[in-house]
């Protein structure tokens, strides 16, 4: 049977993990046969490119979930899972919190092939977000074998019972602000141009970009799960993800000469630069004046618009 999903192993090996947009799926690029879950494979083994970044979960928040999940070696070869006791999927807020948002056994159920189970109840994914998350396999000794690291999404329904406590930016806005939803809407690339793991990173960075810039304002420090300014932080997200895109070209920009002229297939890198800085620039400034209004808040006191959403505290945000 194939699973519903496929992990590698460290940090460096993502395309395996990508999040479907439906979630109980995975992508991965660059195979010549995809079962029907969406999972690329070649003579019966995982197919997948070297990248940077940690894979993506997709589920459903307040909504029973099961996967069958395969961990694969950096080599593409299943992880024998026979001299494993038992492996634990954990998930944060985020790398520096200390409160386990989940921490849940997963059945070995094919050891030879590393395949495991991960099943969420209701109760086990109540808050929406974007969490960081691994699968730990572990000894008798409790001791870590191995780790492998990703990100973990649970989307909001129309079922979700908390909407007024946390409302966290999604990948599909981030993708919709871009225009980057299909292959569709990129006529030369015959795919999308952000993978869900880079759009994820761009996130952390719009969160972390927030916390880090003075002044530190206690009780206004978040995750990527509490993060309650959705409209300039989706814009910075996007500002992110378009000045790293466009380092990327840059670094790969080689002009070649050809006898009818010049082909530089990424001579669009400056103008993704300029607006990647400029997007994450007017985002510092709208930081600078919201973090001026809450200290001016915090001394003064101030008069709130009445029925305003309550931004939650899903775990443990600082």
Known sequence: MLPDICFKIGENWADSGQGNPNFGGGISSGGTLMDPQGIEYAD???????CVGKPVLSTMAQAPSKFVVAL?????????????DNVIFIAREMTYTDTKYISKNCPITDAPNGQITLEFTKSDVPY????????????TADEVQAEFRIYLELQKGMHYELSSQNDPITIGEVRMAMFD???????????????????VYAIRRTVDMWNEQKPIIRGS????ATFPYRYNGTNAAAGQLMLMKGNNLMRNRMPLSTGSGVIDDKERANPYIQMGRDMIK????WIAGEKHRINAENCYGGTRRPNVPIY???????
């Open 221 to 224: 420090q978040f995750t990527m």
């Open 181 to 199: 939803r299909c292959p569709e809407d990129n006529s030369f690339l015959d795919d999308v141009e952000f993978k869900d793991t880079e759009i």
């Open 282 to 285: 007017e985002y510092k400034e």
């Open 312 to 318: 939650g505290t899903p775990r443990s945000s600082r």
């Open 44 to 50: 019966n083994k995982l197919v997948t490119g070297g």
């Open 128 to 139: 929406a977000g974007l969490w960081e998350a691994a699968f730990q396999l572990r000894t």
């Open 72 to 84: 694969f070696d950096s080599q593409n070869n299943p992880v024998d899972l026979s001299s494993t």
